[in-house]
């Protein structure tokens, strides 16, 4: 008996432990915080917006956005027109997560990840995303660098 409940209890502790990865391809992996993101590339926000959209490494409107690929959004606090030139933003956290966009149907997988900048740029956050179904999974962050493509690029801190 006293064996049983031993194991039992290693088997209850040890998956309390959350999953790790230092691996980009890999669900389980997070940025590390005071990691960067670059913007390489300078990006025009319209007047009616407050943000710009990236999908398969180019700028795009939102109307030609395809939400069954991979597409990310930078969000600024003021609405343009303007011009965002190229920085180095810090990760200060990241979120990830899903919701239904019509149950039980279409579901949002999305990463969101919080900057800051250094040069007084009223970044808010890029907030990563793909509509799905229940049988899909959310993106790894290596997905993710491959949808900003040479837009926007991840540099990652040592994690120890």
């Known amino acids: 008996m006293k064996l ?37 590339k300078e990006m025009t926000i319209s007047s009616s917006n407050t943000h710009g959209t990236i999908q398969a490494g180019k700028l795009i409107n939102d109307d ?7 597409n990310c959004r930078l969000d600024f606090k003021k609405f343009g027109p303007r011009t965002i030139e190229p920085e180095e933003f810090s990760i ?3 979120e990830d997560g899903q919701n239904w966009i019509s149950q ?31 049988n899909d999974r959310n993106f790894t962050v290596a997905e993710m660098q491959t949808a900003l493509g040479d837009f926007i690029s991840i540099k990652y801190t040592s994690v120890k």
Not at 4 to 14: C, N, P, W
Not at 18 to 29: I, R
């Open 64 to 70: 030609a956005r395809e939400f069954y690929d991979i």
């Open 104 to 134: 039980p149907s279409i579901l949002r997988f999305y990463t969101e990840v919080y900057l800051a900048s250094n040069k007084d740029t009223d970044i808010i956050k890029m907030v990563c995303q793909i509509y799905g179904d229940s």
């Open 92 to 94: 200060t956290r990241t």
């Open 4 to 40: 049983i409940l031993l194991t039992l209890a290693t088997f209850l502790i040890s998956s309390c432990q959350s999953m790790y990865s230092n691996d980009p391809n890999s669900l389980f992996f997070s940025i590390p915080k005071d990691s960067t993101l670059a913007l390489n």
